[in-house]
C-alpha cells in the first residue's frame, strides 16, 4: 500500500537538483564539518612561540622604559645642580647684602650719620611688660 502523501496521480515530477553553495566548513563528499585539528606537537609549538614572544615583548618594553627613566633621573639631577648653585649665589647676596659694612654705605647714601651722643633711658621693671 502506497501512502497518500507520497503518491499523484498525474504526470511525474522531475526532481530537481539543488546545488549547496560552497562552504568551506562542509566536506561535500560526506556532509561532515570540516576540522581544523592541528597535530598536538604544532600546537606545542604554537602556543611556545607565543609564549615566547610575549616574554620577549616584554623584556623589550621593559628595558626601554628603563632607560627613559634614567634620563629622566639625569636631567632631574642636572636641574637639581643648576638650582643649588643658583641656591648659593642668592644665599652669597643675602649675606652681602646684610653685612655691616654693606649696611653703613646704604645708610650714608641715604645722608644718616653715626651719633655722637648716645643716651640711655632708664625704665623701671613695674612698667616692663
Given at each position: 500500500?502506497?501512502?497518500?502523501?507520497?503518491?499523484?496521480?498525474?504526470k511525474p515530477k522531475r526532481l530537481r537538483r539543488t546545488r549547496r553553495r560552497a562552504?568551506?566548513?562542509?566536506?561535500?563528499?560526506?556532509?561532515?564539518?570540516?576540522?581544523?585539528?592541528?597535530?598536538?606537537?604544532?600546537?606545542?609549538?604554537?602556543?611556545?612561540?607565543?609564549?615566547?614572544?610575549?616574554?620577549?615583548?616584554?623584556?623589550?618594553?621593559?628595558?626601554?622604559?628603563?632607560?627613559?627613566?634614567?634620563?629622566?633621573?639625569?636631567?632631574?639631577?642636572?636641574?637639581?645642580?643648576?638650582?643649588?648653585?643658583?641656591?648659593?649665589?642668592?644665599?652669597?647676596?643675602?649675606?652681602?647684602?646684610?653685612?655691616?659694612?654693606?649696611?653703613?654705605?646704604?645708610?650714608?647714601?641715604?645722608?644718616?650719620?653715626?651719633?655722637?651722643?648716645?643716651?640711655?633711658?632708664?625704665?623701671?621693671?613695674?612698667?616692663?611688660?
Amino acid at each position: 500500500m502506497v501512502s497518500s502523501r507520497s503518491y499523484r496521480p498525474g504526470k511525474p515530477k522531475r526532481l530537481r537538483r539543488t546545488r549547496r553553495r560552497a562552504d568551506p566548513w562542509r566536506n561535500t563528499r560526506r556532509g561532515r564539518r570540516f576540522s581544523l585539528a592541528l597535530p598536538p606537537d604544532l600546537v606545542a609549538l604554537v602556543i611556545a612561540g607565543l609564549v615566547i614572544g610575549g616574554l620577549l615583548f616584554v623584556y623589550i618594553r621593559q628595558g626601554t622604559l628603563l632607560r627613559t627613566l634614567t634620563a629622566e633621573r639625569e636631567t632631574a639631577r642636572e636641574e637639581l645642580t643648576e638650582r643649588e648653585e643658583i641656591n648659593r649665589v642668592l644665599e652669597i647676596a643675602i649675606d652681602q647684602g646684610f653685612s655691616l659694612q654693606q649696611l653703613s654705605w646704604k645708610a650714608g647714601k641715604l645722608g644718616m650719620v653715626v651719633p655722637e651722643k648716645v643716651y640711655h633711658v632708664y625704665v623701671p621693671a613695674s612698667v616692663r611688660p
